[in-house]
């Protein structure tokens, strides 16, 4: 079942919808078509490109490969143009080449915005590109995703862009991609279910049609649908194109009805070589006249599909090798110098007034930036149960776990008592806080994947998504590590006074905190979760085995001490350790021959080779049992410093990976 949400509210989805009654329908009909006739403000645009090469590097040796070969053509506003080819043709290389979505190889030519040279951050800010495979956040809504992208990408500097009309606005883009009955409905994933592979497609689109683009690309919009729910795209196309907006889209294997909605035509053969480029003309009657003039091409039969007649004509022309090369033909042809000459007088038209310039490189401002994508964050993290509510459930059963071995004796009184509970806050903290690191990553891959797709699209800066992951994640380490500390700390008998109590809670919340940001940092390290989370184990390991406990401090050797003192571990246990026994009194037996009795007799508190039991303090244990390098002074003056600055370093790590780093380049 679908789950919905209104003014963030879970509601039934099973229910109907509630109408007004009593001519409350003639007020919701006259709202709608104003809405359908309402548009915020665009400047028309064309695209122009001419003698477009791509070249990539070869993967087993230095030689360069030529994916694209001298393309020329344009497109304009109000009409639909397809870019199809073979599989391998470039069609997809083309189109992302066009819209300055490859980060990879070398691109010559000349591509040109209403006669301007193309700009890279003006050209973004402008189009809108829908890749085959999009990804949404699986916890939010339609309406609160589309809603998302139109407060990022439209200027919030532009007196047109109101509440009031960016609101009409959204609800006219739901209406044209057929989006509005599910609006309130969660995106959902292909686990726990939620909308379909064709409603993502449209839902795909709504998100940049709300940016309120110029020229919208989209990479195989109706690849994998059926033929109702393709009609369904196409139809929202014809509409977009309908606005004024330039639509170019690649497509493979269409159907005849998909294939005769498009205006215009660019074909490409394996290689990147142009075979035709123009108008498709009446049920494709220009595209069959223009092939049909060559002697060695094969007739089209009656009723048969246009596209696919096409494709097969020139993929028997590339087999065999004995008829026609019709990117020769065409590169000699009367068509290709009409579109020259159609280049050339766009070009010629050019003026400063066209000419699309932005005042910024972003639609909004670094605080919208934050905010927006801080709200967004903690919606995300609220509807993820299995994230956060896990979170708090498994630290209340490990509290429990712990907790219940000390129900019959709360006060410790023997070396074995102390021991045991130092091993207790060892084992909670390494255990909890690697379940912390775990538990962030899917999530937080997942994000930065969705990131670097808002990012190609000016969205939002990485400042703000890392802001983001740092103030969303406090609540909820917050939560976890009451919900623990509140159950550990007084099953365990620990002292009842509130200063060793929230200096407890404290460091339990930095330990959980210092595991969880050091997840994000690797994640946004490395290429996947599955990378950071190998590393991530070793560098537990080592730390778990560093940190004093295992091997205490003073039998490290000289040469492993360096991990002694780098590990947050240490400066964590040190901390919770140190602050609970500091000026405990609580008399502690001495095991005869333990180094905690030979301290006492080397004190002069108990008596060599005596019957009598020798006991010492609490603290003297620790200071004993840590060879005096856990010490009380260093909680505020070492450890919470180190803490906070180890949190710190991996924000701006994660940041920085978050800046130059893009695992998803094209």
Same mark, same amino acid.
């Not at 109408?19 to 919701?28: D, E, L, Q, R």
């Not at 200063?499 to 690797?522: H, I, N, P, S, V």
């Not at 996947?528 to 091997?551: K, P, R, Y």
């Not at 803490?643 to 130059?660: E, M, Q």
């Given at each position: 079942?679908?789950?919905?949400?209104?003014?963030?509210?879970?509601?039934?989805?099973?229910?109907?919808?509630?109408?007004?009654?009593?001519?409350? +329908?003639?007020?919701?009909?006259?709202?709608?078509?104003?809405?359908?006739?309402?548009?915020?403000?665009?400047?028309?645009?064309?695209?122009?490109?001419?003698?477009?090469?791509?070249?990539?590097?070869?993967?087993?040796?230095?030689?360069?490969?030529?994916?694209?070969?001298?393309?020329?053509?344009?497109?304009?506003?109000?009409?639909?143009?397809?870019?199809?080819?073979?599989? +391998?043709?470039?069609?997809?290389?083309?189109?992302?080449?066009?819209?300055?979505?490859?980060?990879?190889?070398?691109?010559? +030519?000349?591509?040109?915005?209403?006669?301007?040279?193309?700009?890279?951050?003006?050209?973004?800010?402008?189009?809108?590109?829908?890749?085959?495979?999009?990804?949404?956040?699986?916890?939010?809504?339609?309406?609160?995703?589309?809603?998302?992208?139109?407060?990022?990408?439209?200027?919030?500097?532009?007196?047109?862009?109101?509440?009031?009309?960016?609101?009409?606005?959204?609800?006219?883009?739901?209406?044209?991609?057929?989006?509005?009955?599910?609006? &309130?409905?969660?995106?959902?994933?292909?686990?726990?279910?939620?909308?379909?592979?064709?409603?993502?497609?449209?839902?795909?689109?709504?998100?940049?049609?709300?940016?309120?683009?110029?020229?919208?690309?989209?990479?195989?919009?109706?690849?994998?649908?059926?033929?109702?729910?393709?009609?369904?795209?196409?139809?929202?196309?014809?509409?977009?194109?309908?606005?004024?907006?330039?639509?170019?889209?690649?497509?493979?294997?269409?159907?005849?009805?998909?294939?005769?909605?498009?205006?215009?035509?660019?074909?490409?053969?394996?290689?990147?070589?142009?075979?035709?480029?123009?108008?498709?003309?009446?049920?494709?009657?220009?595209?069959?006249?223009?092939?049909?003039?060559?002697?060695?091409?094969?007739?089209?039969?009656?009723?048969?599909?246009?596209?696919?007649?096409?494709?097969?004509?020139?993929?028997?022309?590339?087999?065999?090798?004995?008829?026609?090369?019709?990117?020769?033909?065409?590169?000699?042809?009367?068509?290709?110098?009409?579109?020259?000459?159609?280049?050339?007088?766009?070009?010629?038209?050019?003026?400063?007034?066209?000419?699309?310039?932005?005042?910024?490189?972003?639609?909004?401002?670094?605080?919208?930036?934050?905010?927006?994508?801080?709200?967004?964050?903690?919606?995300?993290?609220?509807?993820?149960?299995?994230?956060?509510?896990?979170?708090?459930?498994?630290?209340?059963?490990?509290?429990?776990?712990?907790?219940?071995?000390?129900?019959?004796?709360?006060?410790?009184?023997?070396?074995?008592?102390?021991?045991?509970?130092?091993?207790?806050?060892?084992?909670?903290?390494?255990?909890?806080?690697?379940?912390?690191?775990?538990?962030?990553?899917?999530?937080?891959?997942?994000?930065?994947?969705?990131?670097?797709? &808002?990012?190609?699209?000016?969205?939002?800066?990485?400042?703000?998504?890392?802001?983001?992951?740092?103030?969303?994640?406090?609540?909820?380490?917050?939560?976890?590590?009451?919900?623990?500390?509140?159950?550990?700390?007084?099953?365990?008998?620990?002292?009842?006074?509130?200063?060793?109590?929230?200096?407890?809670?404290?460091?339990?919340?930095?330990?959980?905190?210092?595991?969880?940001?050091?997840?994000?940092?690797?994640?946004?390290?490395?290429?996947?979760?599955?990378?950071?989370?190998?590393?991530?184990? +070793?560098?537990?390991?080592?730390?778990?085995?560093?940190?004093?406990?295992?091997?205490?401090?003073?039998?490290?050797?000289?040469?492993?001490?360096?991990?002694?003192?780098?590990?947050?571990?240490?400066?964590?246990?040190?901390?919770?350790?140190?602050?609970?026994? &500091?000026?405990?009194?609580?008399?502690?037996?001495?095991?005869?021959?333990?180094?905690?009795?030979?301290?006492?007799?080397?004190?002069?508190?108990?008596?060599?080779?005596?019957?009598?039991?020798?006991?010492?303090?609490?603290?003297?244990?620790?200071?004993?049992?840590?060879?005096?390098?856990?010490?009380?002074?260093?909680?505020?003056?070492?450890?919470?410093?180190?803490?906070?600055?180890?949190?710190?370093?991996?924000?701006?790590?994660?940041?920085?990976?978050?800046?130059?780093?893009?695992?998803?380049?094209?």
């Amino acid at each position: 079942a679908k789950v919905r949400y209104e003014s963030g509210k879970p509601v039934d989805s099973s229910s109907p919808t509630q109408t007004t009654g009593g001519g409350g +329908g003639s007020i919701a009909d006259a709202e709608d078509a104003a809405d359908e006739s309402f548009d915020l403000p665009f400047k028309k645009a064309n695209l122009s490109w001419k003698g477009i090469y791509y070249t990539v590097k070869a993967s087993t040796s230095n030689d360069s490969i030529s994916l694209l070969n001298g393309v020329d053509g344009f497109i304009v506003p109000g009409k639909m143009t397809a870019l199809m080819g073979s599989s +391998g043709a470039g069609k997809t290389t083309l189109m992302e080449v066009l819209a300055l979505r490859k980060s990879s190889g070398t691109v010559e +030519g000349e591509i040109r915005v209403n006669g301007h040279i193309q700009e890279k951050n003006s050209f973004r800010r402008c189009t809108g590109f829908v890749p085959q495979f999009d990804v949404q956040s699986p916890q939010l809504t339609v309406l609160e995703t589309v809603r998302f992208s139109a407060k990022l990408r439209l200027a919030e500097d532009d007196p047109n862009n109101t509440k009031d009309n960016v609101d009409r606005f959204i609800r006219k883009v739901l209406r044209m991609l057929e989006l509005t009955s599910i609006q &309130h409905s969660v995106i959902g994933d292909d686990v726990t279910g939620g909308l379909s592979f064709e409603q993502r497609k449209r839902l795909s689109i709504a998100v940049e049609l709300v940016a309120n683009p110029s020229i919208i690309f989209l990479d195989e919009p109706t690849s994998g649908l059926g033929t109702r729910a393709a009609s369904v795209v196409m139809r929202g196309l014809q509409r977009i194109a309908a606005t004024g907006r330039a639509v170019c889209a690649t497509i493979h294997q269409p159907s005849q009805t998909i294939f005769n909605a498009f205006d215009s035509l660019l074909l490409l053969k394996r290689g990147g070589r142009v075979v035709y480029f123009g108008d498709l003309g009446s049920e494709s009657s220009q595209l069959i006249r223009y092939f049909e003039r060559f002697d060695s091409t094969e007739r089209i039969l009656p009723g048969e599909n246009a596209a696919t007649w096409m494709l097969r004509v020139i993929s028997d022309s590339s087999s065999s090798g004995e008829s026609c090369d019709y990117a020769q033909a065409y590169a000699a042809s009367i068509d290709r110098k009409r579109c020259l000459a159609r280049i050339v007088a766009i070009q010629r038209n050019a003026a400063a007034g066209n000419k699309l310039i932005y005042s910024s490189k972003y639609a909004t401002s670094k605080k919208t930036q934050s905010r927006a994508v801080f709200k967004r964050l903690l919606t995300i993290y609220w509807r993820s149960p299995s994230y956060n509510l896990l979170r708090v459930l498994v630290s209340v059963a490990v509290a429990l776990i712990m907790g219940l071995i000390y129900v019959t004796q709360r006060v410790p009184s023997t070396e074995g008592d102390m021991n045991s509970r130092i091993t207790s806050i060892f084992v909670t903290s390494v255990f909890l806080g690697i379940s912390s690191f775990n538990s962030v990553l899917a999530l937080f891959e997942m994000e930065r994947n969705m990131f670097y797709r &808002h990012k190609s699209s000016l969205m939002y800066n990485s400042s703000s998504i890392n802001a983001a992951f740092s103030f969303a994640e406090i609540p909820f380490i917050i939560w976890a590590s009451l919900a623990f500390v509140v159950v550990f700390y007084f099953m365990l008998g620990f002292a009842s006074e509130a200063a060793k109590f929230f200096t407890y809670l404290l460091f339990f919340a930095l330990t959980l905190a210092t595991f969880t940001y050091l997840g994000q940092m690797l994640t946004a390290l490395l290429r996947d979760a599955e990378t950071a989370q190998l590393l991530g184990s +070793g560098v537990a390991g080592m730390s778990a085995l560093f940190c004093g406990i295992l091997i205490k401090p003073q039998f490290i050797s000289s040469f492993w001490l360096f991990m002694y003192w780098i590990t947050p571990l240490h400066y964590t246990l040190e901390a919770l350790i140190t602050s609970q026994y &500091h000026q405990d009194e609580t008399p502690i037996m001495a095991s005869p021959g333990s180094p905690f009795n030979l301290a006492l007799i080397a004190k002069g508190e108990c008596v060599q080779g005596s019957l009598d039991p020798c006991y010492g303090s609490a603290e003297q244990f620790v200071d004993v049992t840590f060879g005096g390098w856990f010490q009380y002074e260093n909680v505020w003056r070492a450890d919470l410093p180190y803490l906070l600055g180890i949190c710190l370093l991996s924000r701006v790590a994660c940041y920085a990976a978050l800046t130059k780093l893009n695992y998803l380049r094209r």
